[in-house]
């Protein structure tokens, strides 16, 4: 027993030596092959995300080189990949912007700080194992508000696809202004430069799929902007690039920049960490692996802890290399670790190169990731089958267009989760009756079937837990059934397989629901009730006030026992025969 759990706690620390006994030549090539692939793939990834976070470029290939092999290492996914974001980056630039200049000295060490913020707060919720909390946040709020980063990604870019020299605006439709007042300065080279790229990159994707279409888009940008005349012609280039090997450095606070940072960190983290937990439980409904939340929380912080201290920004799971990871054939964590250190080796040679990027051309490749990002199909199955869910998505779309992004994930997750209380707090409640027609007389909503109804019995269905949020909502729909019966009814039967948990507040309501029934000379009684939901009802002393012969485990025996004490000179008169009793006692 002590050398089992001395296992689970040093695999809790160390989580990676829970798949390093996988690990064979076979697995080594897999990993291989798909961390090539993966390295290929981030590089223009890494450079564009970057630019759109208002970092220099190699910032995002830090990101891309650190921060996958750690979350590999301490997370819990085996596929999820982790690093540069178009959503983060967007919520790095709006917020981190308010307090320096893009791409200057004092917001790189802004970015650096939040970055290390982010990471603690991720940590510091995986320690405390909050990695459940995380269920009750829809996964629409994370595909609205990318869904409006998106949007916004494609329109900031539109002042570099046009070669404007302006500054962005504070929103959406600052910038628009800014750029229509200054549309007639447009460069029609990076015009031409920044949409051949863009349709480069969209025909390469179509016809030939294989083909990393945005380095190769990337690259041909390149060569188009050296015939074009380079920056002679007005074009803007990314400029030199430090070192391909990020160093250690501590990042910069300041007390007066401290709060704004802290509220800008807790959001991104929730991003995060909505982003990531999406994607490993995505992947790991293929894969058949099991994802622990409070895991891949301590992973997700780590590496960004770490990463703060490498010159990263904040790194979460994406979308596009989770999934190309695992469909190249990935099969351990190494796959990311692969990945990582072949862009080192990549970065090493070709480095110097990325100076000469045109800006244009990275803005036609970013508008189109931009608009990869857009889950139509899923915002239409969304629109089918929820209203309520539809409704969270487009609020939070909307909030990210034109709220702060920081506040926008807030608000989604407010507005998520004000839906999920309002639903759960309002369980519906349903007067049942058996259906002649059906084999075993199952019981039927009478909304759905006009059925005859026992005189003297009442009932109701719950479909949900009755606690203190939902108490008042049921209490309402149960003193609205007692109002239609007629005079001789003085029982109710709930049939409660729905309900999964009674709190005190709860068992409250049915000790008093109890006794107001047997006041009338009956009783309220209860049939499919599961044991776990009435652990508070019996250490409570509840049901024994209220009864045990008053809960039952069938239908069956509990028409059966109800209807010995209904009053038979009532049943003589009756006609209806509800009950399969009923028509043995006339017989």
Not at 64 to 85: E, N, Q
Not at 301 to 324: D, E, H, K, P, Q
Request: glycine letters at 8%; hydrophobic letters at 50%; aromatic letters at 10%.
């Amino acid at each position: 027993m002590q050398t089992n759990a001395k296992s689970n706690l040093i695999s809790r620390f160390f989580p990676f030596l829970k798949w390093w006994h996988e690990v064979t030549p076979d697995t080594l090539k897999a990993d291989l092959i798909a961390g090539l692939t993966g390295a290929v793939i981030v590089l223009p990834q890494g450079v564009a995300f970057a630019m759109i976070a208002g970092l220099p470029p190699i910032y995002g290939l830090y990101t891309a080189m650190v921060t996958p092999i750690v979350a590999a290492l301490f997370g819990s996914s085996k596929h999820l990949v982790s690093g540069p974001t178009t959503p983060i980056s967007l919520v790095i630039f709006a917020s981190v912007g308010q307090l320096a200049e893009p791409g200057s000295a004092q917001f790189i060490e802004y970015a650096l700080a939040v970055t290390l913020l982010a990471g603690a707060f991720q940590l510091i919720l995986g320690i405390a194992r909050m990695g459940t909390l995380i269920n009750f946040v829809s996964n629409v709020v994370v595909v609205g508000f990318t869904a409006g980063a998106a949007v916004l990604i494609m329109f900031s870019q539109l002042k570099h696809l046009l070669g404007l020299y302006i500054k962005s605006g504070k929103s959406l439709m600052l910038s628009l202004e800014l750029i229509a007042e200054n549309i007639e300065k447009s460069n029609m080279y990076a015009l031409v430069l920044g949409t051949g790229t863009l349709l480069t990159a969209i025909l390469l994707k179509k016809f030939l799929p294989k083909v990393p279409n945005l380095l190769v888009a990337l690259v041909l940008s390149t060569i188009g902007a050296y015939f074009m005349g380079g920056q002679s012609s007005g074009l803007r280039l990314v400029g030199d690039v430090p070192t391909a090997i990020p160093s250690f450095h501590m990042p910069h606070f300041e007390q007066e920049s401290l709060a704004s940072m802290l509220q800008t960190a807790l959001a991104i983290a929730i991003l995060g960490l909505m982003s990531a937990m999406a994607i490993a439980r995505s992947i790991a409904q293929k894969s058949g692996q099991e994802i622990n939340s409070n895991q891949e929380f301590i992973g997700q912080g780590l590496s960004n802890i770490v990463g703060g201290f490498f010159s990263c920004y904040v790194g979460a799971g994406s979308f596009t290399r989770s999934g190309v990871n695992y469909d190249a054939g990935a099969k351990t964590p190494l796959a990311a670790i692969f990945a990582s250190l072949i862009l080192l080796v990549i970065l090493l040679f070709i480095a110097p190169l990325i100076a000469y990027l045109p800006i244009a051309g990275m803005a036609g490749v970013i508008m189109l990731v931009g608009y990869n990002l857009i889950d139509f199909q899923f915002m239409k199955t969304v629109r089918i089958a929820s209203k309520r869910q539809m409704t969270v998505l487009l609020a939070t779309l909307l909030a990210t267009l034109f709220l702060e992004l920081e506040y926008a994930v807030f608000f989604g997750v407010i507005t998520s989760l004000v839906f999920y209380l309002q639903q759960t707090s309002m369980p519906n409640v349903a007067t049942m009756a058996p259906d002649p027609d059906h084999p075993t007389r199952q019981f039927t909503y009478l909304i759905r079937k006009d059925l005859k109804e026992c005189p003297q019995l009442k009932i109701a269905r719950i479909d949900g837990s009755i606690f203190f949020g939902s108490v008042g909502h049921i209490s309402t729909e149960i003193n609205k059934l007692s109002e239609q019966v007629g005079p001789h009814c003085n029982s109710l039967l709930i049939q409660a397989n729905g309900v999964n948990f009674i709190d005190v507040a709860g068992c409250e309501w049915v000790l008093q629901e109890a006794k107001k029934w047997k006041e009338k000379g009956g009783g309220l009684y209860f049939t499919g009730l599961k044991r776990i939901a009435q652990d508070s009802l019996n250490r409570g002393g509840f049901k024994e006030q209220i009864g045990e012969d008053h809960f039952f485990f069938s239908k069956k025996d509990a028409i059966t026992a109800i209807y010995k004490q209904m009053d038979k000179d009532i049943c003589s008169a009756c006609q209806d025969l509800v009950f399969n009793e009923c028509e043995e006692w006339k017989n």
